[in-house]
Every structure is written in C-alpha cells, then in structure tokens.
C-alpha cells in the first residue's frame, strides 16, 4: 500500500496514476471527495480529510509500506509559515507512528539554505522532521513548476503583459510538475533508496522569465509579450488583492528576492538522474490552451 497526500495536486495526481498502473494499491488522500472520484474510479482507496489532522493521517497511513508527502499550498493561511510547520509535525508524527519506512518527500531546490527562502525553509523543515525519523527518506527538491505561469493567464488578457519581481534574465531551473511526479511513482514502486538522501529535478534546461515570456507568448498568438520586472511592494499589494494574507504575500516575496539573489537554485552540475523531458516549449501548449478555454 502506498499513500499519497495531495493526491488530487499536479504531483500527486501523476504519482497516484503512475502506481496504479504499476500494479501498486494506492490510498490517495485530499480534500475535497469530489476530486477524489476519478482516481477511485482507476482503483484508488480515498481519505478525505486536511493533513493537519492527525487523525486522518493515521488512517492514510495505516498499513502502509511508502508513501508520498507534500506540503499544500495555502497562502491564504493567516500564518503560511505556521501552517507548513504545523503540517510537518503531523505529517512526521503520523508517519512515526504507522511504522512508514520509505518516504518520498516534495521539496524545493534552494532548501539549503537556512533562511531567507520563503516558503522553501517550510520545506526545509519538513526534510529535518522526516530525516530526524530514522526512515528512509528521499526527498525531491524540484526546480520552479511550469505549472505557476497559468496564474498569469489573468495578468495576460487584463494587462497584455506578465510581471513578477524576478529579473528577466536570470535563468531558473523550470519543470512539469508531472515529471516529478512521475519520478516519485518509480522511486516509490522500486523502494530503492535507504536511510535519508535528495535528488534534484532541474527540468531539461535552465530559462529566465523573459525568454518563457516569449515562448508562451508565441503559442498563444502574442509573439511580442512582454515581461516586467515589478518592484516587490508593486507586486506584494497585487497578490494581497487576489487574496492572498499578508504572511503569504509576504513568504513570496522573500522567495522571489532569492531568486533574484541567486540562492533558489540547485547545488547539482545538470546531468541524466536530474534532467527531466517536458520542455517549456511542449508545456506551452497546454498554456495556449488553457489561455483558449
């Protein structure tokens, strides 16, 4: 049995459809059971329920040989760095005591680094809790997910232009978030790693925001789209109108200053084991048409 949380996510939906088709039992677990339906329908066992509940853990968890981790976005949350801490601790305490032995974790390159980071030192300590278990433990630490740019797809058709407080020209190790998820499903159906180790996913090349600016532009028809480099209060004020608290808000904007800083990035030469295939190009198709729909 494995367990899957944010089994309904871009990661753990792949990871979930990847051990069934692998033959594996798979109890998925998420928050809403509706999204949950699809992947009962394919042979998953659903657990509905938050992962700050310890109580659902247990349930996810009970029986099982592996399972993958995560810690879900919720920069709504009035304290974002509270609850990823608070997650951690469920997540390590529940873990402890099912007895997992192999854990595979979603974490974040720039995790290295003990401050500074944003919401990467949540994930930081989510390695620290895992590690401080005894189990064997394999952390991914994905580059920056593909994924995010659908966010701008308001952005786009209200301004005609993307912005973020990230330079343009600094390259940025960009990756489909299935890939990750596919890499997870192997390393979980293999259970090939022991005690506590990290692999790096960089995507298949390094690409700043200005030069996937005009990749995505290009596929959706505006071959002349722009990218801005907004001052971070600019953007901050943006982000709490769309929403968001004003810790979230703020953990991003510490995370883009490391970008720009240079600290969100992997400490791997780029190689086979961390190269993954979908290439910005190839993702910008999905983009266009989800820009379309």
């Known amino acids: 049995m494995h367990a899957i949380l944010g ?46 509940d310890p109580d659902i853990l247990g349930s996810a968890f009970a029986g099982a040989a592996a399972a993958y981790v995560m810690i879900p976005p919720s920069f709504d949350a009035e304290d974002y760095r509270l609850f990823q801490s608070e997650v951690g601790t469920v997540v390590a305490g529940a873990l402890e005591r099912a007895g997992v032995r192999h854990v595979v974790s979603l974490s ?53 232009l993307v912005g973020m407080p990230i330079a343009a020209d600094i390259p940025i190790s960009m990756i489909a978030a299935r890939d990750v998820g596919a890499y997870a499903a192997i390393r979980l159906l293999a259970l090939d ?17 200005g030069e996937a600016t005009r990749i995505l532009g ?7 789209l722009q990218y801005v480099q907004f001052p971070y209060q600019q953007a901050e004020q943006g982000l709490l109108q769309m929403g968001l608290s004003a810790a979230g808000a703020a953990m991003l904007m510490e995370m883009y200053w490391a970008c720009n800083q240079g600290l969100v990035a992997g400490e791997e030469a780029r190689a086979a084991e961390n190269t993954t295939p979908t290439s910005l190009e190839e993702f910008a198709v999905e983009f266009a048409s989800a820009y379309g729909s």
Not at 17 to 45: I, N
Not at 218 to 224: C, F, H, L, S, V
């Open 7 to 52: 089994a309904t996510g871009n990661t753990g939906s792949v990871v979930v459809r990847r051990l069934l088709a692998g033959g594996g039992k798979v109890r998925a677990v998420g928050r809403d059971a509706d999204r949950l339906v699809p992947l009962v329908e394919l042979g998953a066992e659903a657990v509905v329920g938050s992962v700050t």
């Open 108 to 160: 974040s390159i720039g995790v290295q680094h003990p401050a500074g980071t944003g919401p990467i030192g949540g994930l930081r300590e989510l390695e620290s809790h895992l590690d401080a278990l005894g189990i064997h433990a394999l952390h991914l630490r994905a580059g920056y997910f593909m994924e995010n740019f659908f966010n701008v797809i308001p952005m786009i058709r209200g301004t005609g």
């Open 193 to 209: 790693f022991e005690d506590t180790t990290t692999q790096e996913l960089l995507g298949p090349r390094d690409v700043s925001m």
């Open 218 to 224: 290009a596929a959706i028809g505006k071959p002349g």
